[in-house]
């Protein structure tokens, strides 16, 4: 399952559970029922990338894990029966990492430095 996939799947529970509110989007199920998508949660990054300042204070509305990709050789720890401990290379690999979100209303736009 990807990021974007697993992003989806938590913001919709957090929307039926109050805890986040819908974006007033309509979308559609793979059975074809509508549905509202939820309003959009970033990690503290994301929003970064986006222009945006979490602000000094807020809390997460939700954590729970996602795929990290990281660049180099696998430590020991992190190696399983399933890698070749041979070929593992300085190619990257993914683990799941507990990311908290944030939603728009946490956030804050950057303003740009003025010379």
Not at 40 to 68: D, N, S
Request: positive net charge.
């Amino acid at each position: 399952m990807t990021n974007a996939m697993i992003v989806l799947l938590e913001s919709v529970k957090l929307m039926e559970q109050g805890i986040i509110k819908g974006s007033g989007i309509k979308g559609q199920t793979l059975d074809g029922k509508e549905i509202e998508l939820p309003e959009a949660i970033h990690t503290y990054q994301a929003w970064k990338q986006l222009g945006f300042q979490v602000r000094k204070g807020q809390k997460a509305v939700a954590q729970f894990p996602v795929w990290k990709y990281i660049t180099g050789k696998m430590k020991e720890a992190e190696v399983n029966d399933s890698v070749d401990v041979e070929k593992n290379e300085n190619k990257g690999y993914c683990h799941m990492k507990v990311a908290s979100f944030f939603t728009r209303e946490q956030v804050d736009k950057i303003e740009e430095v003025r010379k």
